[in-house]
Structures are given as structure tokens and as C-alpha cells.
T-cell receptor, first 114, second 111 residues
Framework: EAGVAQSPRYKIIEKRQSVAFWCNPISGHATLYWYQQILGQGPKLLIQFQNNGVVDDSQLPKDRFSAERLKGVDSTLKIQPAKLEDSAVYLC????????????FGPGTRLTVL | EDQVTQSPEALRLQEGESSSLNCSYTVSGLRGLFWYRQDPGKGPEFLFTLYSAGEEKEKERLKATLTKKESFLHITAPKPEDSATYLCAVQARGGADGLTFGKGTHLIIQP
């Protein structure tokens, strides 16, 4: 079974530029999550989708971050404009059933903002 | 607000030296407690889910236990390949299903 795919794996940008990350979840998984992991910290939830609807985006900085999940499969996370403090690894995870179900993580995208 | 505190932050053991990692949590109502392993440059890898106090689960040299306030990850006779960061997370009842993670314990097993 193929795992969660993410691209790109690494991205370096200047502050105030924009960037987008892509995620393809495990086939058949209805729930998709984006987490932000700052160096030395545990992952922090940014947004949760159930199929193509948003379930929780309470911790998403909506003035600069946006996310969508078209057709209930792939998802993109965008940052515009980026700040220095956005430097982190952005992890995508998916689960078959969000409620107490295992969340499977992708390899992440490491973003460096200069 | 849900909170997870892991200790110690880092632990260095000799190969074969057993120990335990601690995860203390506060949550409005626990749906599940999760343990993940994370290797450098990779995403977290699922290890266990525990649902109720008294529950235990084992996998190879790892055993996870749960009480009403904390969870322990016991590692027996560890090998160098067990070196990784171990993350604990909680999922609360009701509402959304996102996990609240601790900062992790960085475990190093020396040959």
C-alpha cells in the first residue's frame, strides 16, 4: 500500500514570497490533516479536512495560510506572504476514519524562509 | 486546552539497558493516546493507540501503558536501531480529530 506522498521535499524562499505544498493521501482515506513541526517541537495541527470539507481550521493563520482539498483527494497548503517564523516542516497525514483512527504521515516538506 | 508533556527531553542508554519514557497529559475527555516514532528527516511512524486506563500494548521491544493522567513507553533491551524521537499525542472526545503532540523524547542507544 502506497503511503502519503508530499512534494516538494525541500523549499527555500525569501520572506514575503509565496509557496505551495502538495499532498496525496493514502487511497480511500477520507480524512486529511496538515501539521506544522518547528525544529525541536512536536507537530501542531493546522487544518483538518473530511472529504473536501473543512472540519477544523482553528489554528490556521488565515491571514497568510490557505488550504484546499479539491475532489476530496489531493490537497494543497499555501503560504502568502511567508514570514521568517514559518520556517518548519509541513507534514500531511491521512486516516481512514478520523475518530480515534491511526493517522499516517507523509515525509514532510522542509521550508526555509530567509 | 489539551496539553501533553514528555520527559525526559533526551535519554542516552547503552545497548541492552532498559528504561521508560513518560507522557503526562491533560485533556477534556480522552478519545485516544498515540505513540509515534520519528527518525531524522522523516514523518512520524505510528506505534500504538491506547484508549482506556489500564490498557497495555506491545510491539517487539516496546510496551505502552496508560493511566488516567499519564502513559509510559517501556523499552526493553534496546538496540541501536531503536534510536529515534518518540512522540506522544492525545485526541480529545468530541469536535475535530486532530492530535495534540508533546515535544518528544530524543532517545539514543549506544552500542
Amino acid at each position: 500500500e502506497a503511503g502519503v506522498a508530499q512534494s516538494p521535499r525541500y523549499k527555500i524562499i525569501e520572506k514575503r514570497q509565496s509557496v505551495a505544498f502538495w499532498c496525496n493521501p493514502i487511497s480511500g482515506h477520507a480524512t486529511l490533516y496538515w501539521y506544522q513541526q518547528i525544529l525541536g517541537q512536536g507537530p501542531k495541527l493546522l487544518i483538518q479536512f473530511q472529504n473536501n470539507g473543512v472540519v477544523d481550521d482553528s489554528q490556521l493563520p488565515k491571514d497568510r495560510f490557505s488550504a484546499e482539498r479539491l475532489k476530496g483527494v489531493d490537497s494543497t497548503l499555501k503560504i502568502q506572504p511567508a514570514k521568517l517564523e514559518d520556517s518548519a516542516v509541513y507534514l500531511c497525514a491521512s486516516s481512514l476514519d478520523g475518530a480515534a483512527g491511526e493517522q499516517f504521515f507523509g515525509p514532510g516538506t522542509r521550508l526555509t524562509v530567509l | 486546552e489539551d496539553q501533553v508533556t514528555q520527559s525526559p527531553e533526551a535519554l542516552r542508554l547503552q545497548e541492552g539497558e532498559s528504561s521508560s519514557l513518560n507522557c503526562s497529559y491533560t485533556v477534556s475527555g480522552l478519545r485516544g493516546l498515540f505513540w509515534y516514532r520519528q527518525d531524522p528527516g522523516k514523518g512520524p511512524e505510528f506505534l500504538f493507540t491506547l484508549y482506556s486506563a489500564g490498557e497495555e500494548k506491545e510491539k517487539e521491544r516496546l510496551k505502552a501503558t496508560l493511566t488516567k493522567k499519564e502513559s509510559f513507553l517501556h523499552i526493553t533491551a534496546p538496540k541501536p536501531e531503536d534510536s529515534a524521537t518518540y512522540l506522544c499525542a492525545v485526541q480529545a472526545r468530541g469536535g475535530a480529530d486532530g492530535l495534540t503532540f508533546g515535544k518528544g523524547t530524543h532517545l539514543i542507544i549506544q552500542p
